[in-house]
């Protein structure tokens, strides 16, 4: 059986394979929690120029104002720039009628895209782990993930966010949540536990301590391996569809941003789901789902 990569070696091997040199200057998303503090530790190890990125959700009042503390407390341990914004996640959440939990995802990455223009930057860096991918796919799967949701996080991964390209890189996306929690500790990492952590209000939350745990149980094995290893698959697939798809669009582009339907009508579903869907987000329209990509196919299809 071969023996474990140990993490700096995984963390340093990544940014080998990605290309990105010692000395480059990354933003790193740090919450004070022990994946973030893991992250932080590894990449200033590695020799990257880190500045840290913390967003006070404000959803925990006193706690979340020590989580801050926390994130700043490790940036100046790493004697890492440091910026912070603090934001009423809840009051977006209900303005915007979506869930708590996309609306503090939507704003940790706009906040990232600001500190990443601030620091001239397109780097920047995230603390999931294996876990966490698991997680990621078993939810998409549930809810019925549409595109690329299968595919789960991708470890490099380039996105407009916020009017900026940006690359989103996770260093750890390869290690198991065990792994890091055992690095932090043989290090004497200093970090800050997530009090909601144990709580089953979120659905991240109710996925990790009930769904993979009944999973395990049912099917007398590990189901994060299986997991993680359907989503690399997913995202090869995902590649070689949407290379194909760009393509494929290129030649039904009509006057005004409109598709020819004619020919789009011979191409497989697959190829004219990512076709629209491809063209809706150059559309400029937001949250696509499957739902919205199927309603531009039964108008295409029926005139």
């Not at 991240?204 to 997991?227: F, K, S």
Request: net charge neutral; aromatic share 4%; glycine share 8%.
């Amino acid at each position: 059986m071969a023996r474990p990569v140990p993490l700096p070696d995984q963390v340093a091997r990544f940014f080998e394979q990605t290309g990105i040199p010692s000395g480059s200057r990354v933003v790193a998303a740090v919450s004070g929690g022990i994946d973030s503090a893991t992250l932080l530790d590894l990449l200033v190890k590695t020799g990257l120029e880190v500045v840290v990125a913390h967003l006070n959700h404000g959803l925990r009042g006193v706690d979340s104002d020590k989580d801050a503390a926390a994130a700043a407390g490790l940036a100046a341990a790493h004697d890492c720039r440091f910026h912070i914004r603090k934001v009423d996640v809840e009051g977006i959440a209900d303005h915007e009628r979506i869930s708590v939990e996309t609306a503090g995802r939507d704003a940790r990455r706009q906040w990232l895209a600001e500190v990443a223009q601030r620091e001239h930057t397109d780097l920047v860096c995230l603390a999931h782990h294996a876990d966490d991918q698991a997680e990621t796919v078993l939810w998409n799967l549930v809810r019925g993930c549409g595109l690329q949701g299968a595919g789960g996080m991708a470890p490099d991964d380039w996105q407009n966010i916020a009017g900026r390209r940006l690359r989103l890189l996770r260093p750890l996306l390869g290690a198991r949540r065990a792994e890091i929690e055992r690095y932090a500790w043989r290090h004497k990492l200093l970090w800050r536990d997530d009090l909601t952590n144990p709580e089953l209000d979120y659905t991240r939350n109710r996925i990790r301590l009930e769904a993979i745990p009944a999973l395990a149980e049912a099917c007398d094995r590990d189901p994060v391996p299986g997991l993680v290893r359907f989503a690399e698959v997913a995202r090869g697939d995902d590649h070689l569809l949407d290379g194909l798809a760009m393509g494929a669009l290129s030649s039904l582009r009509g006057e005004g941003g409109t598709l020819e339907v004619r020919e789009f009508r011979t191409w497989a579903m697959a190829l004219q789901r990512r076709i629209v869907a491809i063209w809706l987000v150059a559309s400029g329209v937001p949250r696509i789902g499957l739902r919205e990509i199927d309603a531009v196919l039964k108008v295409a299809c029926a005139s």
